[in-house]
C-alpha cells in the first residue's frame, strides 16, 4: 500500500510539521535546534523512518499486516490532527487578513478538533469496527413470480477475513451465527473473501462452512480475491485464484463466474447471476462479461446479479437492460460518515443503499469488515432482502 504512493506518504508527514515549524517554533524559539525544537520533530522523523521502511514491502500489504495496522493508527493519531490543525490555522489567517483582525481563531478550532479526531480513531478501530447491524430492506417488483413473494435473500460482503486474527475472529463468527438466525431462503456473498491471499481463509472455514440457507449460498469474486494485490510471478497468482476459488467450494457454496443458475418454486424460477469483478480495469480488475453470464437467459426472466463493484451497473448492467436487481458491495461506505454522510458521495457514484434507473434498482451494501480494521459511522451489516411482488 505505501510502496504505490511513498512521496505521498511522506509528503502527507512533513508538510504539516514544516507550516507549524515556521509559523510556531521559529518564532518562540529562534532558527536554531533547541532540545524543544529537536524533540517536536522526533515523532515526524520516526513516521519517516516507518514509511521509508513500508516502501520496500512487495504486498500490498505485509504478511504481518500488524505492522501497517500500527502505521496508519499513528498516521491517524499524529500526523491527521497536525493537517487539521494547519487547515484551521490557515483559514484563520485569511480571515484575519480579511477582516483586519489579529486574534488567530482558527488556531483554537484547531486544537479543540485534536481530540475529536483521537476520539473518532480510537473508537472506531475498537467499538466500531466490532459493531455489527442486521439491515432489513424490501424489494417490490411487478415482474416477479409469485411464488417467489416473501422469498428472504441474505446479502453480506466484503469479510476480509485476513484482518480478524485471533481474539476478532469472534467478529466473524458472531456475523456468521447472526446470518442463520434470520433462517433465509438463500444467502448470497458479493465478494472480497480475501484480504490479498487464499491462506487468509485457513483459519476461518470452520467458521464460514457453518452458513445454512434453504436454496444454499451463491457468490461472486471481488477485487481483492485475484490474488492482484502481491508481487510474484504470474504463475503463482494464477495459483492463487485457483486455489480462493477451490475454497469457496469447499465451503460449500455456488461461486458463479460470469455464469448463472436457475433458482426454482412451484411452477415459477429466477434466475441467479454473477459477474467476475467489473472495475475501471486499472486500479480494479475487470473481467466482467454481461453477455456471458446471461447467456440464453429469457428476456422476460427475473435476474438477480451479483456484481461486486457497482461501478459496473451503470456501465454494463443498465445497458444491457435485462437484470431487474443488481446486489453490490465494494465500497464499505468509506467506513466512515459523519453524521450520517459519506464523504465518497460528493463522487457521485453509487456508494450505498438503493439506486433506481426505470425498472432496474441496485443495492450496495456497506460490507462486513474491512482491509483496514476500522469503521466510524458505517458499522459493517449483514443485509435482510425481502423479495415482494408488487402490482
Not at 28 to 53: S, V
Not at 263 to 284: P, Q, R, S, V, Y
Not at 305 to 312: G, V
Amino acid at each position: 500500500m505505501i510502496a504505490r504512493a511513498p512521496y505521498l506518504f511522506l509528503l502527507l508527514i512533513i508538510i504539516p510539521d514544516l507550516y507549524l515549524d515556521l509559523h510556531y517554533w521559529r518564532h518562540r524559539f529562534g532558527k536554531g535546534w533547541t532540545a524543544k525544537r529537536l524533540l517536536y520533530w522526533m515523532p515526524t522523523l520516526g513516521m519517516i523512518a516507518y514509511t521509508l521502511y513500508l516502501m520496500y514491502e512487495k504486498n500490498f500489504i505485509p504478511d504481518n499486516s500488524t505492522i501497517l495496522y500500527i502505521y496508519l493508527f499513528l498516521l491517524g493519531f499524529i500526523i491527521i490532527p497536525k493537517w487539521i490543525f494547519m487547515l484551521c490555522s490557515i483559514t484563520g489567517l485569511g480571515a484575519c487578513r480579511l477582516f483586519h483582525k489579529k486574534k488567530n481563531y482558527g488556531n483554537l478550532v484547531g486544537l479543540l478538533l485534536v481530540p475529536v479526531i483521537w476520539f473518532i480513531l480510537i473508537y472506531g478501530s475498537t467499538i466500531g469496527f466490532q459493531k455489527l447491524e442486521v439491515n432489513h430492506q424490501t424489494y417490490a417488483s411487478p415482474e416477479l413470480p409469485a411464488a417467489f413473494d416473501g422469498y428472504r435473500i441474505v446479502l453480506f460482503s466484503d469479510a476480509h477475513v485476513g484482518s480478524y486474527k485471533g481474539s476478532q475472529q469472534r467478529i466473524l463468527q458472531k456475523a456468521i451465527d447472526s446470518i442463520n438466525a434470520q433462517h433465509p431462503d438463500l444467502i448470497v456473498y458479493a465478494g472480497d473473501l480475501q484480504n490479498i491471499q487464499p491462506q487468509e481463509l485457513y483459519e476461518h472455514m470452520d467458521i464460514l462452512s457453518q452458513l445454512k440457507a434453504k436454496d444454499g449460498i451463491y457468490s461472486v469474486l471481488g477485487n481483492h480475491d485475484y490474488a492482484k494485490y502481491i508481487d510474484c510471478n504470474e504463475a503463482r497468482k494464477v495459483a492463487n485464484l485457483r486455489e480462493t476459488v477451490s475454497l469457496e467450494k469447499q465451503l460449500g457454496w455456488t461461486l458463479l463466474r460470469n455464469e448463472h443458475r436457475t433458482l426454482t418454486k412451484g411452477k415459477d424460477h429466477i434466475i441467479i447471476a454473477g459477474m467476475e469483478n467489473d472495475g475501471n480495469g486499472i486500479t480494479f480488475p475487470q473481467y466482467g462479461n454481461i453477455s456471458k453470464t446471461l447467456k440464453s437467459v429469457k428476456d422476460d426472466d427475473f435476474i438477480l446479479m451479483l456484481e461486486h463493484d457497482p461501478s459496473c451497473w451503470r456501465r454494463k448492467i443498465i445497458p444491457d437492460g435485462r437484470a431487474q436487481l443488481t446486489l453490490s458491495g465494494h465500497t464499505h461506505k468509506m467506513q466512515f460518515t459523519i453524521f450520517g454522510w459519506c464523504p465518497m458521495t460528493v463522487t457521485g457514484k453509487e456508494v450505498n443503499g438503493w439506486y433506481t434507473e426505470g425498472k432496474q434498482s441496485l443495492f450496495v451494501t456497506a460490507g462486513l469488515g474491512g482491509l483496514i480494521p476500522f469503521r466510524f459511522g458505517a458499522t459493517g451489516e449483514i443485509v435482510v432482502l425481502t423479495l415482494k411482488k408488487s402490482k
